[in-house]
């Protein structure tokens, strides 16, 4: 058998094993951090919930300033959705929509990235007022849910979602802890 008959056999073998590797792979992830802000939950909600406020402080919206955007409704509310359109590869094109509100307690979103791949994911801000010091600190959380279909969710073997996606999420809160705490 001649080496390159060898080499085309290998490199079947180990496409062949990682796909069967990706069957048992987990397809779903969810990532969350947090941090305390010192200023009352009321002030810190009212500012999150408007989602023209990410531009601030959220690492994916600052990776292409001139990126392309379109909103359609009344921010801050059920329904609002912000489209984006870049051409940084980081960045892509999707949509981001304002589904639940919680007064006080809760804002969920559906994001739905189109370019450079198509995923359906989650993802949510949650206020909690510090029990020590309930008028003065707040606790606010933002968490990623996300879902990738075979094969795509053999990228997880390589890519740590925790610490790619969850370092720009304590990034983000850190702005956004400064921002607020001006």
Do not use: C
């Not at 796909?19 to 909600?45: C, H, Q, T, W, Y």
């Amino acid at each position: 058998m001649g080496i390159l008959k060898k080499l085309l056999l290998f490199i079947v073998a180990v496409i062949g094993i990682l796909l069967i590797a990706g069957l048992f792979v987990k397809k779903d992830f969810a990532v969350e951090r947090e941090v305390i802000i010192n200023k009352p939950e009321a002030e810190v909600f009212s500012y999150i919930k408007l989602v023209k406020n990410q531009d601030h402080f959220s690492v994916w919206n600052r990776k292409d300033p001139q990126m392309k955007k379109e909103y359609k409704g009344t921010d801050g509310e059920v329904g609002f959705v912000y489209a984006w359109e870049s051409t940084n590869p980081e960045v892509g094109k999707g949509e981001q929509e304002i589904v639940k509100i919680a007064e006080m307690d809760r804002i969920d979103m559906k994001l739905h990235f189109k370019e450079p791949f198509e995923a359906e994911d989650k993802a949510f801000f949650t206020t909690e007022p510090l029990s020590s010091n309930p008028a003065n600190q707040t606790i606010v959380r933002w968490g990623f849910k996300g879902h990738m279909d075979y094969p795509m969710n053999l990228m997880m073997l390589t890519f740590d979602m925790n610490k790619e996606i969850g370092g720009a999420l304590e990034t983000g809160l850190n702005d956004l802890k400064v921002i607020l705490e001006k």
